[in-house]
């Protein structure tokens, strides 16, 4: 049974840091691409940061310098570092796994960005 389960959301100010976590199980993580999407509310997901199996990284423009995606294959863990966090960045974030057609999510956590 394959499981993605993130962690690491919550409320934070302006200006502040998140680090989400994404355990996954069930499958051989090392050859999986994994990525971060979010879904803000009435919008649709879209895709935030990804990384590949051998490391290369992408990010939406909107997070680019702000946002750094990782990935530690022994813990079969992918993390997003979130810096100088903006009320625009409050959205359900979820973790995907993908590797071919096959393309796995998690049950998303919420990041919430307000004074």
């Known amino acids: 049974q394959v499981q993605l389960v993130e962690s690491g959301g919550g409320l934070v100010q302006p200006g502040g840091s998140l680090r989400l976590s994404c355990a996954a199980s069930g499958i051989t993580f090392s050859v999986y691409a994994m990525g971060w999407y979010r879904q803000a509310p009435g919008k649709q997901r879209e895709l935030v940061a990804g990384i590949t199996s051998g490391g290369s990284t992408t990010y939406t423009v909107a997070v680019k310098g702000r946002f750094s995606i990782s990935r530690d294959n022994a813990k079969n863990t992918v993390y997003l570092q979130m810096n100088s966090l903006k009320p625009e960045d409050t959205a359900v974030y979820y973790c995907?796994?993908?590797?071919?057609?096959?393309?796995?999510w998690g049950q998303g956590t919420q990041v919430t960005v307000s004074s």
């Open positions: 995907n796994a993908n590797r071919a057609a096959v393309r796995y």
